[in-house]
């Protein structure tokens, strides 16, 4: 049996979805099993990583294990969910496990470093017995339903960075390889780095998705100090906010193509397009 933790989320989501399909059992994690709307074949579990005995319940008897959280960073001492996550599957005796991590995990020396390194060593380290793989992937495409409310209500959106370009990457595609992990041993100890297969910026993207839904969307770009003091007022910590800005704004990493996803794949990424169309119901209400 194989849990999927963050099983509502844009990959965990894909995921059971996908061994669903695939025949294999599948427990879905989530804080609230009851609102989860899940394929058929999938088991809901309540999981709370603030809850060890939650977790200790959600990850008995599986053998198979997909790791993410959506804590954010700077909003513990470390990343503590993580951890409790990682000592929940070794208490389980999972024996594969998917870790959903960053692009750059762990590279540098700024608190989004510092947390992902120390998230990441929780699974690869030695002592556990498992066979464990990294996804790193950079943006991902379902970002851009973040402004689905606004094209709710307009044509317009206010989009912070609009010119930073990314290789954003279909969450279906991560969902796909972590499938794999999963079920053969083929990327047991394997880290993998990960990229769509354009570099568009999201006001590429918003172009694109309006020739999609067939409407003249317009972009209104957000200077970057409003987005710094946007990040502020959501709650981010100073030190991650100066941490986003430099990275941001000082580097461009993240709009490389990287060539491992369509190798692993077999097949060429899903470009932005082939994601809008997929998912082009969700800007309409």
Same mark, same amino acid.
């Given at each position: 049996?194989?849990?999927?933790?963050?099983?509502? +989320?844009?990959?965990? @989501? %894909?995921?059971?979805?996908?061994?669903?399909?695939? @025949?294999?059992?599948?427990?879905?994690?989530?804080?609230? $099993? *009851?609102?989860?709307?899940?394929? &058929?074949?999938?088991?809901?579990?309540?999981?709370?990583?603030? &809850?060890?005995?939650?977790?200790?319940?959600?990850?008995?008897?599986?053998? +198979?294990?997909?790791?993410?959280?959506?804590?954010?960073? @700077?909003?513990?001492?470390?990343?503590?969910?993580?951890?409790?996550?990682?000592?929940?599957?070794?208490?389980? +005796?999972?024996?594969?496990?998917?870790?959903? !991590?960053?692009?750059?995990?762990?590279? @540098?020396?700024?608190?989004?470093?510092?947390?992902?390194?120390?998230?990441?060593?929780?699974?690869?380290?030695?002592?556990?017995?498992?066979?464990?793989?990294?996804?790193? $992937?950079?943006?991902?495409? !379902?970002?851009?339903?973040?402004?689905?409310?606004?094209?709710?209500?307009?044509?317009?959106?206010?989009?912070?960075?609009?010119?930073?370009?990314?290789?954003?990457?279909?969450?279906?595609?991560?969902? %796909?390889?972590?499938?794999?992990?999963?079920?053969?041993?083929?990327?047991?100890?394997?880290?993998?780095?990960? !990229?769509? =297969?354009?570099?568009?910026?999201?006001?590429?993207?918003?172009?694109?998705?309006?020739?999609?839904?067939?409407?003249?969307?317009?972009?209104?770009?957000? =200077?970057?100090?409003?987005?710094? !003091?946007?990040?502020?007022?959501?709650?981010? $910590?100073?030190?991650?906010?100066?941490?986003?800005?430099?990275?941001?704004?000082?580097? &461009?990493? +993240? *709009?490389?193509?990287?060539?491992?996803? =369509?190798?692993?794949?077999?097949? $060429?990424?899903?470009?932005?397009?082939?994601?809008?169309?997929?998912?082009?119901? %969700?800007?309409?209400?």
């Amino acid at each position: 049996m194989i849990l999927v933790t963050g099983a509502t +989320g844009h990959v965990g @989501g %894909e995921l059971v979805r996908r061994l669903t399909a695939a @025949g294999e059992p599948v427990r879905a994690m989530t804080r609230r $099993p *009851a609102e989860a709307r899940l394929p &058929d074949g999938a088991e809901a579990v309540h999981g709370d990583a603030d &809850d060890p005995a939650s977790l200790d319940a959600a990850f008995a008897g599986a053998d +198979g294990a997909f790791l993410m959280s959506a804590q954010g960073v @700077g909003t513990a001492p470390g990343p503590t969910h993580d951890l409790a996550l990682a000592r929940a599957a070794a208490r389980a +005796g999972v024996r594969r496990l998917v870790k959903l !991590s960053v692009l750059d995990a762990g590279a @540098g020396t700024d608190v989004i470093a510092r947390w992902h390194a120390e998230a990441e060593s929780a699974v690869t380290d030695p002592s556990r017995d498992w066979a464990w793989t990294l996804l790193r $992937p950079g943006r991902f495409m !379902s970002n851009a339903l973040q402004w689905a409310g606004q094209l709710r209500a307009g044509d317009e959106v206010a989009v912070p960075f609009a010119d930073r370009p990314a290789a954003s990457v279909d969450p279906a595609d991560l969902a %796909e390889l972590a499938a794999r992990a999963l079920t053969t041993d083929e990327h047991a100890g394997a880290t993998y780095e990960l !990229s769509g =297969p354009q570099s568009l910026t999201p006001a590429d993207e918003l172009s694109v998705l309006g020739t999609v839904l067939g409407r003249e969307l317009r972009l209104r770009p957000v =200077p970057s100090d409003a987005a710094r !003091s946007g990040m502020s007022r959501y709650g981010f $910590p100073p030190e991650v906010v100066d941490a986003i800005m430099r990275r941001t704004l000082e580097s &461009d990493r +993240g *709009a490389e193509v990287l060539p491992a996803l =369509p190798e692993l794949l077999g097949r $060429p990424a899903r470009t932005f397009e082939e994601w809008a169309k997929a998912h082009a119901g %969700e800007f309409a209400g």
